[in-house]
């Protein structure tokens, strides 16, 4: 497919969607102008442990034949065979962060738009909708505080003002961070194995800067959760997410049920492994050693790590700033109601003809379908019932959730025939059909307001 068709193909998605993200802000990174290190903060807000029964089918095996259209390698990869741990960056994840920093400045890249104003609520600075040009290089439309008055600052921005006492309790912190002005341990547009110890247990992450990354600007970040038995390096593989203008970390699972990777929140997932508290301290290890728009922290993931995104936007919305799942495994075991206090955009992709985590659930192991899943975020984020939808290509349908409270957003893309697979994967990412018709990392970097210049 010509650069000119996807892009083409990628405005009719956005424009079905408005997608947008509440704490949505400039597209690549921040200027900073300066920062304050060494300021406190609180604990990380953790989770209870999972559950260690087994599950009737593993999210990432293959089901049925290779997806087509992609380079299928025959089998599910080992997560043993494909995941690194080499330490570059080993940290105890300290927590030392910075405090909120005025930014200012124009930034020399043409996608990074500088904050100004010093004292300003964060939430103020959020742009109203910009078009996508007729560059087929562009890859989104930026949309901020989706709701009924678009002009008006997005609600419950993670770390702002009278919102932050509706969140659970956490680091919260505002703008840039104390790695800021730090020399990365790698260069920019390279990818590093990194460790870091959470709750006793030594964790491995890989770790994605984006070509241009510097540490005088605060730069997005995306967390990458893999599926079940997968790795963080897999994932980096097949999904396209590093070519995101964003820092991209693919931190990896600890063993469960059948001796496979996996995330808190399913029946397969590792006893006693909190990795709502692990997700915290590797934010924190980032904020530390990179420079970080703290606004801009959002989370995706395939099959149990798509599932285990909602987990956390229920339980870290003060630091987590929206979700796009991928085929995701909505188990929620032991976990509480979801309350997370503030409207969190989200974003759920999910093929029709996923074998694993099926479209139309599966009482059996506690999985709800997924449209009853999409519209119980729209009810959470005070959307309107009806959604609109369009039909993008022969197989792609979109829906978007209008009416939201301000700083929410709800979209849904259904793959017809889809496997249990990531659209336009390069790699085998599961078993079933792969639509090429679409990019997941694409769809996910509009969602997200990443926007490549």
């Not at 990777?261 to 980032?286: C, E, I, K, M, N």
């Not at 979700?323 to 969190?344: D, H, K, L, S």
Request: charged share 15%.
């Amino acid at each position: 497919m010509s650069a000119t068709t996807r892009a083409r193909r990628l405005r009719g998605a956005v424009a079905c969607l408005a997608v947008a993200v509440a704490a949505a802000g400039p597209a690549a990174g921040t200027a900073v102008a300066g920062t304050i290190p060494g300021a406190t903060h609180g604990t990380t807000h953790s989770g209870a442990p999972a559950t260690t029964a087994a599950a009737s089918s593993a999210d990432g095996a293959p089901t049925t034949a290779g997806p087509s259209g992609a380079a299928a390698t025959g089998a599910a990869t080992s997560a043993s065979a494909t995941s690194t741990a080499a330490a570059t960056g080993t940290a105890a994840a300290t927590g030392t962060a910075a405090a909120r920093a005025a930014t200012s400045g124009t930034a020399a890249d043409p996608a990074a738009t500088a904050v100004s104003g010093a004292g300003a609520d964060p939430a103020a600075t959020a742009a109203a909708a910009s078009g996508i040009g007729d560059d087929p290089a562009a890859t989104a439309a930026v949309v901020s505080g989706i709701g009924d008055d678009p002009a008006a600052p997005a609600a419950g921005v993670p770390g702002t003002g009278a919102d932050r006492a509706a969140v659970p309790a956490g680091r919260v912190l505002t703008g840039p961070t104390a790695g800021c002005g730090a020399r990365p341990s790698q260069e920019p547009g390279t990818s590093a194995d990194r460790t870091l110890t959470s709750g006793g247990i030594e964790r491995s992450v890989r770790v994605h800067l984006p070509d241009g990354y510097t540490a005088d600007r605060a730069w997005p970040v995306v967390l990458v959760f893999h599926g079940r038995g997968n790795s963080g390096p897999t994932t980096e593989g097949f999904s396209g997410l590093s070519e995101l203008p964003a820092i991209v970390a693919y931190p990896d699972g600890v063993r469960g049920g059948e001796g496979k990777r996996s995330w808190q929140g399913a029946p397969y997932s590792a006893p006693g492994v909190d990795d709502v508290a692990f997700t915290g301290d590797l934010l924190d290890h980032l904020e530390d050693t990179l420079c970080v728009d703290t606004h801009r922290v959002q989370a995706t993931g395939k099959s149990n790590g798509g599932g285990f995104t909602e987990i956390l936007a229920c339980r870290m919305p003060a630091r987590i700033a929206a979700i796009a799942p991928v085929a995701g495994a909505y188990y929620r075991a032991e976990e509480p109601p979801c309350a997370p206090g503030r409207p969190v955009p989200a974003l759920f992709v999910h093929g029709t003809a996923d074998a694993t985590i099926p479209y139309t659930g599966d009482a059996d192991r506690g999985l709800p379908a997924i449209p009853d899943k999409v519209a119980e975020w729209a009810v959470r984020d005070g959307c309107r019932a009806e959604p609109a939808t369009r039909r993008i290509e022969p197989d792609v349908t979109v829906q978007r959730f209008a009416g939201c409270a301000r700083g929410g957003q709800v979209g849904h893309v259904a793959v017809d025939g889809g496997g249990h697979t990531w659209p336009g994967a390069t790699a085998y990412s599961g078993g079933g059909h792969t639509t090429q018709t679409v990019r997941a990392s694409e769809l996910i970097g509009a969602f997200f307001g990443l926007v490549r210049s």
